[in-house]
Nanobody, 123 residues
C-alpha cells in the first residue's frame, strides 16, 4: 500500500506562488507515474498535471498551462507542483496520486491518493 502525503498548501494573494510537495515513503516513487488533482467546493474533482516515472513526459490542464509546473525528484521520493500567478479560481483542495499505469490525466486510473492540502487564493 502506497500513501502519498501532500504539503505546502496555504493562503496566498492572487498573483502569488506556492509550491506543493508530495512524498511517497512506502515504495520508491520511481515506480509510479504521478498526478495532481484538485477539487473546489461544490465542484467535481479535476486533473491539474501529470508526470511520467522518469519525469520526461508532463501534461497539464488547459486552465493551468504556463502557470503551473509539475516535477519530481526520485532520489527524494518527492513530486512537486509549482504554482505561479495564482488566481482565486485555483482555490481548491489539491490531491497527489500515484499510478502503476503509464502517465495519464484520468483520475480513474490512479490507485493511491493522498489526503489533500488546501490552497486558498484571495482576490
Amino acid at each position: 500500500q502506497v500513501r502519498p502525503v501532500e504539503s505546502g498548501g496555504g493562503l496566498v494573494q492572487a498573483g502569488g506562488s506556492l509550491r506543493l510537495s508530495c512524498i511517497v515513503s512506502e515504495r520508491a516513487v520511481s515506480n509510479y507515474a504521478m498526478g495532481w488533482f484538485r477539487q473546489a467546493p461544490g465542484k467535481e474533482r479535476e486533473s491539474v498535471a501529470a508526470i511520467s516515472r522518469g519525469g520526461t513526459i508532463t501534461r497539464y490542464a488547459d486552465s493551468v498551462k504556463g502557470r503551473f509546473t509539475i516535477s519530481r525528484d526520485n532520489a527524494k521520493n518527492t513530486v512537486y507542483l509549482q504554482m505561479n500567478s495564482l488566481k482565486p479560481e485555483d482555490t481548491a483542495v489539491y490531491y497527489c496520486a500515484a499510478t502503476e499505469r503509464p502517465s495519464t490525466m484520468q483520475a480513474q486510473y490512479y490507485d493511491y491518493w493522498g489526503q489533500g492540502t488546501q490552497v486558498t487564493v484571495s482576490s
